[in-house]
C-alpha cells in the first residue's frame, strides 16, 4: 500500500478529514472520557465494536483517531492504533500477537526497556531467543516449531546495528512468522518497513513523530486484523491509551517530521564525518559513514541515515568527561528532540542491560549516543570538539 504523495505532502495533510470535524485546519481537541449514544439499540452495537461510533475514549476518540490515520498512511499500513508511551505500543503488539508457550526471536542489540520488557516475557510462560540481528540466517536458525514472532529494532539503539529487513521478512512469510519492527529510530521519513514486506511496525512517538520532547506516546501499525484485535482485547484490557492532548501534539508534530528529519539527516552526516577524523574519537557507529559495516544495506532501505550517532571515546571515565563537558548539547536521555541530546549508555539508558548481554550487544563502555537536533552542524561541532579536547 505504497503511498503516492511525497513525504512533504503526506506528512502535512495526513490522517486529516477536513468534512468530518466542521472544516478546522487544527484537528480538534476532544477531550472527553466518554460520548452519549443516539439510542439503546446502537448503543449496544457501538459498545461491542460491531458499528463504527465513539462511546468510551480507552476504545477510540475522535483526536486519537485522525492520529492513527495519519501514522497509518505515513508508514503505508493499513490501520494504527496509538499508545500512551513506546513500551505500552511494543507490550501491547507483542501480547496481541504471543500466548504462554508461544516463542520470540529478538536482536541482542534493542532498546534496554524493550529487552527488560522479552525477559519479563519469559516469566510469563513464552520463550526469547536473542541472535546477533545483523545476519538473517541467525533469526532463521532459531526458528522453533513454536516460533510466532521476529522482532526487529533498526537502526538498534543505541549502537546503530541494522537488520536486513527483506530478508528477516522474507524467511518469516515462508515460515508463517509474524514480523515486527521498531521504526523508532530511522522515522517513516527514512525508512517504511512495511513496504519492505514487515508485517507491522511500532513507534516510540515521544521521540521524531513528537519531535519536541514534550510528549509520551507510541503506534502500533499493521493489518487492520492486528490492530483491532490489539484495540479490543490488550489495549481495552490493559488501558495504555494516550490522552487526547498527546494525540494532538503528536499530530502537530507530523507537520513538520519532514522537514525536520531532513536536517537531522544532514547534520548527522556531517557530525559523523567531523567525529570520525577526530584524534580522540575511536570509533563511530553511523550508517551513512561507508566505514558502516552495513552502509550498503543502508542505502537500500533507508532513504536517510537519521538523527542517531554513536561513538566511542574509550571507557566509561572518558565517556563521563565528555557528556560532563558539553555546553550546547544537553546530557540528557530520550532522543529525537530539535535539540542535541548526548547520553552515555553502558551508565544510563542500558545500565539496567546485564554487563555480558552488553557486550555481546557491541555496547562498550566509553559509547556515548548522540542525537542530532536541528541546530546549525557548525555549531553542535564547535561544542563537541571542545568537549573532546576536556577528555583525557
Ligand atoms: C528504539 C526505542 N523504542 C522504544 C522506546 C520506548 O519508548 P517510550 O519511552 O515512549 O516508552 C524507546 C525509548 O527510548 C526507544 O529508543
Not at 161 to 174: E, P, T
Not at 304 to 317: L, Q, S, W
Request: hydrophobic share 40%.
Amino acid at each position: 500500500m505504497k503511498n503516492s504523495k511525497s513525504f512533504h505532502s503526506l506528512a502535512v495533510h495526513a490522517g486529516g478529514n477536513l468534512s468530518k470535524h466542521q472544516g478546522a485546519i487544527s484537528t480538534p481537541i476532544f477531550n472527553a472520557s466518554t460520548f452519549a449514544f443516539p439510542d439503546a439499540e446502537k448503543g449496544s452495537a457501538i459498545h461491542e465494536g460491531e458499528i463504527p461510533g465513539y462511546f468510551y475514549s480507552r476504545i477510540n476518540n475522535p483526536t486519537q483517531e485522525v492520529l492513527e490515520s495519519a501514522m497509518a498512511e505515513l508508514e503505508s499500513g493499513e490501520a494504527a492504533i496509538a499508545f500512551s508511551s513506546g513500551m505500552a505500543a511494543i507490550s501491547g503488539a507483542l501480547l496481541t500477537y504471543l500466548k504462554p508457550g508461544d516463542h520470540l526471536v529478538a536482536p541482542e542489540s534493542i532498546y534496554a526497556s524493550t529487552s527488560g520488557l522479552l525477559e519479563y516475557l519469559t516469566s510469563l510462560g513464552m520463550e526469547v531467543t536473542l541472535v546477533d540481528a545483523t545476519n538473517s540466517e541467525n533469526y532463521k536458525q532459531a526458528i522453533q516449531d513454536n516460533t510466532k514472532v521476529f522482532y526487529l529494532e533498526s537502526p538498534a539503539n543505541p549502537t546503530l546495528k541494522l537488520c536486513d529487513i527483506r530478508g528477516v521478512s522474507s524467511i518469516a512469510n515462508k515460515a508463517r512468522i509474524n514480523t515486527l519492527l521498531d521504526n523508532t529510530f530511522a522515522t517513516p521519513y527514512n525508512q517504511t518497513p512495511i513496504e519492505f514486506g514487515v508485517d507491522a511496525v511500532v513507534h516510540s512517538m515521544t521521540k521524531y513523530i513528537g519531535g519536541h520532547a514534550d510528549i509520551l506516546g507510541g503506534v502500533l501499525i499493521g493489518s487492520k486484523g492486528l490492530v483491532e484485535k490489539c484495540r479490543w482485547s490488550i489495549n481495552k484490557l490493559f488501558g495504555g491509551v494516550p490522552s487526547p492532548l498527546t494525540c494532538w501534539l503528536a499530530l502537530r508534530g507530523i507537520k513538520t517530521l519532514a522537514l525536520r528529519m531532513e536536517k537531522h539527516n544532514s547534520n548527522a552526516l556531517a557530525i559523523a564525518e567531523f567525529l570520525e577524523s577526530h584524534p580522540k574519537v575511536k570509533k563511530v557507529h553511523y550508517p551513512g559513514l561507508t566505514s558502516h559495516p552495513q552502509h550498503e544495506l543502508a542505502k537500500k532501505q533507508m532513504r536517510g541515515f537519521g538523527g542517531m550517532i554513536a561513538f566511542e571515546v574509550g571507557g566509561v571515565r572518558e565517556g563521563r568527561q565528555l557528556v560532563n563537558n558539553v555546553k550546547l548539547c544537553t546530557l540528557a536521555v530520550s532522543l529525537g528532540d530539535v535539540s542535541t541530546l548526548i547520553q552515555h549508555s553502558a551508565s544510563m539508558t542500558h545500565a539496567s542491560v546485564p554487563k555480558e548481554l552488553r557486550t555481546r550487544a557491541g555496547i562498550t563502555d566509553g559509547l556515548i549516543r548522540l542525537s542530532v537536533g536541528i541546530e546549525d552542524a557548525d555549531d553542535i561541532i564547535e561544542d563537541l570538539d571542545r568537549a573532546l579536547s576536556k577528555v583525557h
